[in-house]
């Protein structure tokens, strides 16, 4: 298993509340990325990074923001938790060989509820 | 904008026979497709990946088929146990500009194998 390790692993927060999510690696990866997965909607990308302070948004970037200090640490943060942010978060990573070859390595999730 | 749909949402078979996944994407034009489990509770692990250059790709009872001029793949799974029960979820990487990192997932199939 890739090393990737998340935390918290759950989380119950307020609305109008702050939150930031860990991400950490040990494979000296280039590419991380947080993802959020809802019923229905499978994982959608929220932001990206290609290495230290560099960071793109994704496909559902409202509300969140991202920071990478260093190469093994993505931090995402809810700015304003709102119900609507309630899901669960993977981070991954990659290394991007040749973009044909690249596969992305999960981390195990972190489960945020937002009352 | 890249839509992947994977179908039948949940199936149930049992144990011993073979089965089949579907996944359509709607734009041919990506670098590859990769199939993952996912466990409950977990994260994602990454089973197959075809190139676009690809047709095909196998893993013990596993074997993933890709047609991109069609936006089809399959993934075939052979003797079928109660240990393959999951959600397996379907994956493609656009040649896109913008979010050029990002995967576009299917909302998966959650397999049932009856003992």
């Known amino acids: 298993d890739a090393g990737i390790t998340q935390s918290p692993r759950h989380k119950v927060t307020e609305t109008g509340t702050p939150v930031t999510l860990r991400c950490h690696q040990t494979e000296n990866h280039r590419y991380m990325y947080w993802y959020r997965q809802d019923p229905g909607h499978g994982l959608r990308l929220i932001h990206y990074s290609y290495g230290v302070k560099d960071t793109d948004k994704g496909e559902v970037s409202d509300g969140y923001s991202v920071s990478r200090s260093k190469t093994e640490d993505f931090l995402l943060t809810l700015e304003s938790a709102t119900s609507s942010q309630t899901s669960v978060y993977f981070c991954?990573?990659?290394?991007?060989?040749?973009?044909?070859?690249?596969?992305?390595?999960f981390g195990p999730g972190t489960r945020l509820l937002v009352l | 904008k890249q839509e992947v749909t994977q179908i039948p949402a949940a199936l149930s078979v049992p144990e011993g026979e073979n089965l089949v996944l579907n996944c359509s994407f709607t734009d041919s034009a990506i670098y590859n497709l990769q199939w993952f489990r996912q466990d409950p509770g977990k994260g994602l692990t990454s089973l197959l990946l075809i190139q676009s250059s690809q047709r095909e790709q196998t893993s013990g009872r596993l074997n993933a088929s890709l047609d991109k001029s069609s936006g089809r793949s399959t993934l075939y799974i052979a003797a079928s146990q109660p240990g393959d029960s999951a959600t397996y979820l379907c994956a493609v990487r656009p040649i896109s500009s913008g979010s050029a990192r990002q995967l576009t997932f299917g909302s998966g199939t959650q397999l049932t194998v009856l003992p």
């Open positions: 991954a990573i990659s290394h991007l060989p040749l973009a044909d070859q690249e596969t992305q390595y």
